[in-house]
């Protein structure tokens, strides 16, 4: 079983930064590719960054590629999103999920996670 916990959301000005981070309980991290989802109001979860187990590879949606960054810390269970330049459109819940699909995988699809954090609130005020 592994548990996330997301934090670091918040209300921040458009064209500000924010760091969201997200830890996990148990042993197998490095196991997992790791992404990071949101749903705005109304809207259906979608994918925004996904990262593989060690690394090496990630994806992003359109929408926020060149403004967000995913990374991760294997040794702290701790995976990261660096939030800059943001819209007031980037305003959601961010989730956290945790999934033996690749992370390419993750990137087409919001199914198939096995884990899933419960969300951190990020608004953004024109």
């Known amino acids: 079983q592994v548990q996330l916990v997301e934090s670091g959301g918040g209300l921040v000005q458009a064209g500000g930064s924010l760091r969201l981070s997200c830890v996990a309980s148990g042993r197998t991290f490095s196991s997992y590719a790791m992404g990071w989802f949101r749903q705005a109001p109304g809207k259906e979860r979608e994918f925004v960054a996904a990262?593989?187990?060690?690394?090496?590879?990630?994806y992003y949606a359109d929408s926020v590629k060149g403004r967000f960054t995913i990374s991760r810390d294997n040794a702290k269970n701790t995976v990261y999103l660096q939030m800059n330049s943001l819209k007031p459109e980037d305003t959601a819940v961010y989730y956290c999920?945790?999934?033996?699909?690749?992370?390419?995988?993750?990137?087409?699809?919001?199914?198939?996670?096995?884990?899933w954090g419960k969300g951190t609130l990020v608004t953004v005020s024109s």
């Open positions: 990262i593989s187990k060690y690394a090496r590879s990630t």
């Open positions: 999920a945790a999934s033996l699909l690749s992370a390419q995988a993750m990137s087409v699809t919001t199914g198939g996670m096995d884990y």
